[in-house]
């Protein structure tokens, strides 16, 4: 007769039969429009109501712009740096986009979403679709410019791209604007507040008030 396996004492239960509680994932969310449509205007925004948002830090080898800096913005390097990044399979995606490359260090988005923490990527219509592929829990939202008149209007008015690079911009955004219907979530940022209220209420619905749980 095989022996009785012997019992465990309730004290010991906890050490003996269960794993450590596994980590909530944070979720990835991503967000895409055209140039100049305010998705830098926006996510400022957003991250001074909800710091606890990590907000992903590029890599580009597109040239500083006056007011940004280094590791805060962007990182800025080099198109041969960028390469090798790409080599390393250092980056989550990446684009080309009006003569510039663009990505996503991949590391330090998932360390943040293992810790539990939301990371927020501001990237272009082929990163998304990349992220799409390797990552399908991603919350994808459009940011879409209420015409593409108010577009270019808001492109101009910043002042920081050369004609070139504004013609590049426009001819994009076109493509852009055909693509919104792969995303989850479409936002109209005609007034920046309410596509920020918007926005916010997408990511932290209000919770339903003891009231409202009432049977
Ligand atoms: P993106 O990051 O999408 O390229 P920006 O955030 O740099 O766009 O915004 C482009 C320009 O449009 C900026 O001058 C910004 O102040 C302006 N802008 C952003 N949102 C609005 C809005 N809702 N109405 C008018 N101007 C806006
Ligand atoms: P800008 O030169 O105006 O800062 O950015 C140009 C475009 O590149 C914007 O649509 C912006 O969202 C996108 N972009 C910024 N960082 C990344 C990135 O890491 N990956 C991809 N694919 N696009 C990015």
């Not at 239960?13 to 100049?36: F, M």
């Not at 890599?59 to 790409?86: D, H, K, M």
């Not at 939301?118 to 939202?141: F, H, K, S, T």
């Not at 989850?184 to 932290?204: C, S, T």
């Amino acid at each position: 007769m095989p022996a009785s396996p012997t019992p465990v004492p309730s004290e010991c239960t906890q050490q003996q039969g269960s794993l450590p509680a596994p980590t909530p994932r944070g979720r990835l969310v991503v967000l895409t429009g055209p140039s100049g449509v305010g998705k830098g205007t926006l996510v400022s925004q957003l991250r001074q109501r909800h710091p606890e948002l990590y907000f992903s830090v590029s890599v580009t080898t597109r040239p500083p712009r006056p007011s940004e800096q280094e590791g805060v913005n962007y990182y800025f390097r080099s198109r041969e740096e960028f390469l090798n990044l790409i080599e390393a399979n250092e980056l989550l995606e990446w684009a080309q986009y009006a003569g510039n490359f663009y990505g996503t260090p991949r590391e330090i988005v998932f360390q943040k979403l293992n810790q539990g923490q939301d990371v927020l990527l501001e990237i272009e219509l082929a990163g998304a679709r990349q992220v799409r592929q390797q990552y399908p829990d991603a919350i994808r939202i459009f940011l879409c410019p209420p015409s593409l008149e108010e577009l270019e209007r808001r492109i101009r008015e910043r002042g920081q791209d050369s004609e070139a690079s504004i013609e590049r911009r426009l001819e994009q955004a076109r493509k852009e604007l055909n693509a919104q219907d792969e995303f989850d979530y479409v936002i109209v940022n005609d007034n920046l507040e309410q596509a920020l209220q918007e926005l916010e209420a997408l990511l932290y619905p209000p919770s339903p008030s003891a009231e409202e749980q009432q049977p």
